[in-house]
C-alpha cells in the first residue's frame, strides 16, 4: 500500500503579529486582504504600519555598520538633515523597524492626544511650554527638521506616561516610558553637546521625571545633566536668548531647582544648583500667561486655559518653599533653634497665596479656579507638609541627644522651659490629618496630575507614623505613663491605614498587561513590624516596602542629610576600598585585589595603536595594572565637546590582555604646572587667571598654573573629569577594567612658596579659615601627623576666626605653603567631588615629597635636588608632603588616600608617613630598577600595601626588567598575602637587602612573632653576598611561610628560660592550582642539613650564589623561592646540664 502524501505543514498566524500597529492600540481585527493598507486605516484616514520589513534575525552586521555611519547624517551631527525614517543603529542599541521615527512611539493621532493631555492636566505644574508655538512647530514638520524638536516631542509623551500611568494603561498602553527613551537613544537625538540650546535642556529635564517615577539612577544622571545646561543658559546665553526663551528658561531653572532640593531632603546626593553668587529675585519668572508671553503667536480657533492664566504665581511659591528648605540647611552643625526658625518660616510662607491657590478644605472652589490651579493646590501643600516633616525630624534626631529642647510650635519661648517630647509626636500628628484631609478632599485626578512626585512625598510623612506605633518607644511615651501613650498609638494606627489606603491608589504601577501590580509582602520582617505596631491584616495596606520604604524593621526614613538610620546600599560591585583591621584593601569583583602595577610614561595611554605594542610585554613582566594619563586636552579640546574615542579603545585593548588600569587625571596639575589643560585654557588668561610668582628683586614672574583661587578654573576642571567619571561609568562599571583614578599630579607650586597674585595677598591677609584651626585642634594627639605636631607644637593655643597665617605657620615660609595647601586642596576636593558623584570608585592624588635633610636621601651620587626639593618652591609649595597632610586630609574628604612618589627616599619612613591613622599605601611612582623592585617587599609585606608602580615600565621588556621576578612570586603568593593583610596585619613584615657594596650599614630585621623572635640576616655565601628581598608570614603555633630569596631566618626565643631554639621542620613549597580558582602549596623538598645549617638556622638562597672559589657547594641555587619552617624551643633546667 502506497504511503499517505505528505500534508503540507499548517501555518499559524499569529494575528497580534500581523496587525498593524492601530489595529493593535486599539484591540480590533486588522483586515486588510492583499491590500497594502488595511481596512481600518483606510477608514480612519492614517498611515497603516503592517506592510513593513520584519527584522532580520541575529545581531546586526557591525562590520556594515561600521563602514555605512560614516555616510549617515546622524542627527547630533547635522541637524538639518534629520530624516523622518529611521537611520543606522548604534552598538549600543536596540533594533527599531524603519518607520518615521515619530511614528515608532505611535500614530499622530495618539501623539497628538498625549500632547493634549499634558497641556491640560499636567501643564500647571509644568509651565515650561508656549502651548501654540509647540503645536505650530509640530504642524510645520520641525521634528523632520529638528532632531532637538524631535526628542523633546517624545520626551514630552514619556513625562506624560510617568505623570499618568492610569490614563496612559488605558488610552495609549503601547507608549512606554522606556520605548520614549530607547528611540531617543537609537537615533542620537540629544547627542549634541556642541551646544546647549533651551529645548535640549526641556527635553533632558521631561527625560529626568519620566525616570524619577520609574525610580531609576538614570535619571540622576539627567537631572545633573540638565541643571548643568540650564545653569549654563542662565549664566551665558540668557542675552542672546528672545524674550520668550528667557521666561520660559527661568521657569525651567525653578523647577529644577524644586527638584534638586526635594533629591537632597531624600537623602541623596546633591547636584547642587544654588550657590552664594547666584541673585534668586533675578532668576524669578514673571507672570505672565501665554497671551502675555506672546501675542502674535495665539489660536483663537484652538483655545486653552493657560491662555488666559497664568500658572507662574503658583511656580514662585513653590520655589520660595524649597528655598526656604535649603536656606536652613547651611549652617553646620544644624541646632533647633535654627531649624525652628525656618520651620515658623516654612508654615507661613502659604500666607499670602493668590485666593485660586489657597486650601479651602471641602469648600467650593473660589472664581478664577480651575483643574490646574486645583493641581497647583495640591502640589504646594503637600509640599509644604513635607519639608515640615523633614525638619522635624531634624530636630527629633537633635533633641535625642538634648536634655530640653525649644518650644517646636514656632512660639519664643526661653531655653530653661522644659518642652516634652510629646510636642514632637504632636505635630507629626498634625501634619498626617492636614496631609489626610488634603488626600481625601482632593479629587483622584488632581492628585494624579502630580505624577510620581507626590506619591514619595506621601511615604516620607507616613513613615514617622511607625514611631508612634511602636510598642515601649521611650523617647516618644511620657514618663508618666497616663494611658495617654497607648491612645495615641491607636489613633496613629488609624492614620496609617487612611494614608496606606489612599497611598496604595495613587501609586499605580502599570506592568506587562497594564495593570499587574508588584508582588504584595506577606510575612517578611516589614511585615513582622506592622502587625507589632497593632495592625493585624492588611488589605490593600500590605505593600508596606514600597509604601513607606522602612527596610529590615527600622522606622527612621533618610529625610535628609542628618535623618540616618537607614543603612546605604553601596555599589559592590565596582572597585571600591574594603577596611581591614589596620588599612584598607581594594576590592575587584568582590575579592580583595593586589595591585602589581606599573606606570607608563606621560603620553603612552593617549595611543591606542602605541598600546598595542606594549600590552604583551607588560603581561610577560606579571604586571596586572598599568598607570597612564588622561589628560584634559585630550578629552575636551573644544569647550564643551568631548571626545573620549582613544581612551576606550585604549580600554578595550586592556581587557583583550586581561590587564587593568588606573587612570591618571591630568588637569589643571600635572607636576605643579598647568601644560596639559586645553589651549581654549591656556589661551584665555582673563578668565583663566595663572598665578605669580617672586624671583630674584622682587621681579614678578606670571607661571603657568592656574590659579587655584579661580572659581572658573576648577569648575572647567571639574565639568571635565565629571564628564569622564560618567562616561568610564557606562562603558566600564561592569568589567571593571579601570580600578581606581588619580586626581591631579604632583600639585603644588614650583618657583616661590605662595601665589604673589593680588587675590592671593588678600586673602592671605585675611584671617586662617575658622574650621580649619577648630578641625586640627580638635584631633587627637595620636591623630594629628607627627611631621605636623613637630612643627607647629604651639597650634592648640590659637583662637579659631582671628589668628593669621603668619600667626598660625610662624616658622619661615610655614605659613604661605599652609595658605596654599589649604586653597590647592579645595580646588582638588571641588574635582574630585564632581567625578565620584558620577562615578564612585577609589579617588587619590599623588605627592611630590619633600626633605629635610639631604643625607638621609638614598642619592648614590645624584645631587639632592633629585630628592624633592627642601624648601617650599624648590618642591611644589602646597601639596600634600607630610607636614601638610592634616590639613590636605581636613580639606579633601572625597578623597580615598594620598600617595606618595616614592624614589630617593628612605623607604620605610615614607610608607610610615603615609599609612598615619590608618591610611592605605600606594606608590604610584618609583624606581623601575633593582633596587626600586626588592623594595616593594617591605611596602607589601610590613604596611599592607594595595599597590607598588615603578614609572615609565613600558620602555623596558620584560626579559631586562627587574620587576619581573619580584611580580612573579607575589603574583603566585597573592592569595596568601592578601589574607594575612586583612585579618593578621602584625604576622606579616617584608625586608630587602641592597648589593653589599651599596649598603653604608648592614640592615637587620627583627621582630618578635608570638613566642619567636625572627632576625632576617643576609644570606650566608662563601663569596660575595648579593642582594635579596621577601617576606615572611607567621602561620602561628611557631610556623612560618619564608618567600623571597637572597636571606636567611635565625629564630630565637624571647623566654630567658630558653636554653636553645632552632628549626624543628622545614619543607620547600610549590604554589598549584587548587581546582577551584584558588591556589595551595604543594611540598616539595623536605629541606634539612646545609639548607637549614643543621636546624640552626634557614638559608633562603639566590639563584646563582658566589661560592668565592670554595670547592664545595654547601649553598644550593634558590628553586620555589618559598618554604614553610616550623621553630621550636627547649626549656631546660640547671640539673639537667
Avoid at 517630647?421 to 488626600?439: G, P, W
Avoid at 586662617?768 to 607627627?786: E, G, K, N, R, Y
Avoid at 619612613?909 to 624606581?927: D, N
Amino acid at each position: 500500500m502506497d504511503p499517505p502524501e505528505p500534508q503540507p505543514p499548517r501555518q499559524i498566524q499569529r494575528r497580534s503579529r500581523n496587525a498593524c500597529d492601530a489595529c493593535r492600540a486599539r484591540k480590533v481585527k486588522c483586515l486588510y486582504e492583499g491590500e497594502q493598507t488595511c481596512q481600518a486605516c483606510i477608514e480612519l484616514a492614517i498611515p497603516c504600519t503592517r506592510n513593513r520589513p520584519r527584522k532580520k534575525r541575529g545581531p546586526p552586521n557591525r562590520y556594515v555598520i561600521g563602514l555605512t555611519e560614516t555616510e549617515v547624517d546622524l542627527p547630533s551631527t547635522s541637524p538639518a538633515s534629520t530624516s523622518t525614517t529611521a537611520i543606522t543603529p548604534n552598538s549600543t542599541s536596540t533594533y527599531l523597524p524603519p518607520l518615521p521615527i515619530l511614528d515608532q512611539i505611535a500614530s499622530p493621532e495618539i501623539i497628538r492626544c498625549i500632547l493634549d493631555d499634558w497641556f491640560n492636566l499636567i501643564h500647571s505644574v509644568c509651565p515650561i511650554h508656549h502651548r501654540a508655538n509647540f503645536l505650530k512647530r509640530l504642524a510645520n514638520g520641525d521634528v523632520e527638521r529638528d532632531p532637538e524638536f524631535l526628542a523633546l516631542v517624545i520626551s514630552l509623551c514619556c513625562a506624560t506616561v510617568s505623570s499618568l500611568p492610569r490614563k496612559a494603561a488605558v488610552d495609549y498602553p503601547d507608549v512606554t516610558v522606556k520605548r520614549c527613551f530607547d528611540v531617543i537613544q537609537y537615533h542620537r537625538l540629544l547627542d549634541n553637546y556642541r551646544s546647549i540650546s533651551l529645548q535640549w535642556c526641556q527635553a533632558k529635564y521631561h527625560l529626568s521625571t519620566s525616570f524619577v517615577g520609574e525610580e531609576s539612577l538614570i535619571s540622576f544622571r539627567l537631572l545633573g545633566e540638565v541643571a548643568t545646561g540650564i545653569k549654563y543658559l542662565v549664566c551665558y546665553d540668557m542675552p542672546n536668548m528672545s524674550r520668550i526663551e528667557v521666561e520660559l528658561a527661568k521657569r525651567l531653572y525653578c523647577l529644577i531647582l524644586c527638584g534638586l532640593c526635594t533629591w537632597s531632603i531624600y537623602g541623596r546626593p546633591c547636584i547642587g544648583l544654588l550657590s552664594p553668587q547666584d541673585n534668586i529675585q533675578a532668576m524669578k519668572p514673571l507672570d505672565l500667561n501665554d497671551t502675555e508671553l506672546d501675542p502674535t503667536n495665539i489660536d483663537p480657533a484652538n483655545p486653552w486655559h493657560g491662555d488666559t492664566l497664568t500658572y507662574v504665581p503658583g511656580l514662585n511659591y513653590l520655589t520660595h518653599l524649597f528655598y526656604l528648605w535649603h536656606s536652613s540647611q547651611q549652617t553646620s552643625p544644624l541646632s533647633i533653634p535654627h531649624i525652628q526658625q525656618h520651620m515658623t518660616y516654612i508654615q507661613r510662607a502659604l500666607d499670602t497665596l493668590p485666593p485660586s491657590l489657597r486650601w479651602r478644605g471641602g469648600l467650593s472652589r473660589p472664581p478664577g479656579s480651575n483643574f490646574g490651579t486645583d493641581v497647583q493646590t495640591a502640589n504646594l501643600y503637600i509640599t509644604q507638609l513635607h519639608i515640615r516633616s523633614s525638619l522635624l525630624e531634624q530636630m527629633y534626631t537633635l533633641s535625642k541627644s538634648l536634655p530640653t529642647s525649644p518650644a517646636l510650635d514656632g512660639r519664643q519661648m526661653g531655653h530653661s522651659l522644659n518642652i516634652h517630647k510629646d510636642e514632637i509626636r504632636k505635630q507629626r500628628a498634625e501634619i498626617v490629618k492636614d496631609l489626610l484631609e488634603i488626600l481625601y478632599h482632593m479629587s483622584e485626578e488632581t492628585l494624579e496630575a502630580n505624577g510620581h512626585s507626590l506619591v514619595p512625598k506621601v511615604r516620607d510623612i507616613g513613615s514617622a507614623l511607625l514611631d508612634e506605633m511602636r510598642i515601649g518607644d521611650s523617647q516618644l511615651n511620657s514618663s508618666e505613663n497616663d494611658g495617654n501613650g497607648a491612645i495615641g498609638g491607636q489613633e496613629a494606627s488609624l492614620d496609617l491605614r487612611k494614608l496606606l489606603e489612599k497611598l496604595e491608589r495613587l501609586d499605580f504601577r502599570p506592568w506587562d498587561d497594564g495593570y499587574q501590580r508588584r508582588s504584595f509582602i506577606g510575612s517578611s520582617p516589614l511585615a513582622i513590624v506592622f502587625r507589632s505596631c497593632g495592625v493585624s491584616s492588611y488589605g490593600p495596606a500590605d505593600r508596606l516596602a514600597s509604601s513607606i520604604r522602612v527596610l529590615c524593621g527600622k522606622s527612621r526614613l533618610s529625610t535628609s542629610q542628618n535623618s540616618y538610620d537607614i543603612p546605604i546600599m553601596a555599589e559592590t560591585s565596582i572597585p571600591h576600598l574594603r577596611k581591614t583591621k589596620n588599612s584598607s584593601q581594594l576590592i575587584v569583583n568582590g575579592k580583595p585585589f593586589l595591585m602589581l602595577a606599573g606606570e607608563l610614561h606621560n603620553s603612552s595611554l593617549s595611543s591606542a595603536n602605541y598600546m598595542s605594542t606594549v600590552w604583551q610585554n607588560m603581561k610577560d613582566a606579571n604586571i596586572n595594572t598599568l598607570l597612564g594619563s588622561v589628560t584634559w586636552e585630550m578629552i575636551e579640546p573644544v569647550e564643551g565637546q568631548f571626545d573620549f574615542s582613544e581612551l576606550d579603545k585604549v580600554i578595550l585593548g586592556a581587557r583583550e590582555y586581561d590587564m587593568h588600569l588606573v587612570l591618571l587625571w591630568f588637569g589643571s596639575f600635572k607636576n605643579a604646572l598647568s601644560t596639559y589643560v586645553p589651549r581654549w585654557v591656556k589661551r584665555d588668561v582673563k578668565r583663566f587667571p595663572r598665578v605669580h610668582v617672586s624671583e630674584a628683586g622682587s621681579v614678578m614672574r606670571t607661571e603657568e598654573l592656574l590659579s587655584p583661587f579661580c572659581e572658573a578654573a576648577w569648575t572647567a576642571d571639574a565639568k571635565a573629569f565629571s564628564a569622564l567619571m560618567t562616561h568610564l561609568k557606562e562603558l566600564d562599571s561592569k568589567h571593571s577594567t579601570v580600578l581606581m583614578v588619580q586626581v591631579e599630579n604632583e600639585t603644588g607650586l614650583l618657583g616661590d612658596s605662595r601665589d604673589r597674585s593680588n587675590i592671593a595677598n588678600k586673602l592671605f591677609k585675611e584671617p586662617v579659615p575658622a574650621h580649619l584651626i577648630t578641625q586640627l585642634q580638635s584631633l587627637h594627639t595620636d591623630d594629628l601627623h607627627p611631621c605636623f605636631s613637630k612643627r607647629h607644637p604651639h597650634f592648640s593655643s590659637l583662637e579659631a576666626g582671628k589668628a593669621t597665617w603668619k600667626e598660625s605657620f610662624p616658622v619661615g615660609p610655614d605659613a604661605d605653603e599652609a595658605f596654599m595647601a589649604y586653597h590647592i586642596s579645595r580646588y582638588v576636593n571641588h574635582v574630585t567631588t564632581a567625578g565620584k558623584a558620577a562615578y564612585s570608585i577609589p579617588h587619590y592624588t599623588n605627592v611630590w615629597l619633600n626633605f629635610d635633610d639631604p643625607t638621609v636621601l638614598d642619592l648614590q651620587g645624584l645631587p639632592p635636588i633629585v630628592g624633592g626639593g627642601s624648601s617650599a618652591g624648590a618642591y611644589p609649595s602646597g601639596g600634600p608632603v607630610p607636614h601638610t597632610f592634616d590639613i590636605w586630609k581636613i580639606n579633601t574628604p572625597a578623597l580615598d588616600f594620598l600617595a606618595p612618589d616614592l624614589y630617593f627616599h628612605d623607604y620605610e619612613e615614607v610608607c610610615k608617613q603615609y599609612t598615619h591613622a590608618g591610611q592605605p599605601l600606594f606608590i604610584p611612582e618609583q624606581r623601575r630598577d633593582e633596587r626600586g623592585a626588592r623594595r616593594v617587599w617591605l611596602a607589601y609585606g610590613t604596611y599592607a600595601a594595595i599597590g607598588t608602580s615603578p614609572f615609565g615600565i613600558d620602555s623596558l621588556l620584560a626579559k631586562d626588567s627587574p620587576i619581573t621576578k619580584h611580580y612573579g612570586l607575589l603574583s603566585s603568593m597573592s592569595s596568601f598575602i592578601l589574607e594575612t593583610q586583612a585579618t593578621r596585619p602584625e604576622d606579616i613584615m617584608g625586608f630587602f637587602f641592597d648589593g653589599k657594596e651599596d649598603t653604608a650599614v648592614e640592615p637587620k630585621w627583627e621582630r618578635t612573632f608570638g613566642e619567636f623572635t625572627v632576625t632576617i640576616q643576609r644570606s650566608f655565601v662563601f663569596g660575595k653576598p648579593g642582594p635579596g628581598a621577601g617576606m615572611v608570614i607567621h602561620q602561628g603555633d611557631g610556623k612560618f611561610l619564608l618567600i623571597g630569596w637572597g636571606f636567611q631566618v635565625v629564630f630565637s626565643s624571647p623566654n630567658p628560660k630558653a636554653t636553645f631554639t632552632g628549626i624543628l621542620y622545614s619543607e620547600e613549597k610549590e604554589v598549584v592550582d587548587d581546582g577551584k580558582g584558588g591556589k595551595i602549596l604543594k611540598t616539595g623538598r623536605v629541606l634539612n642539613g646545609d639548607e637549614t645549617r643543621s636546624g640552626a638556622f634557614m638559608i633562603m638562597p639566590n639563584e646563582d650564589p658566589d661560592y668565592g672559589g670554595f670547592p664545595i657547594a654547601v649553598t644550593i641555587p634558590c628553586r620555589t623561592m618559598v618554604a614553610e619552617v616550623e621553630a621550636y624551643s627547649l626549656f631546660e633546667e640547671e640539673e639537667d646540664f
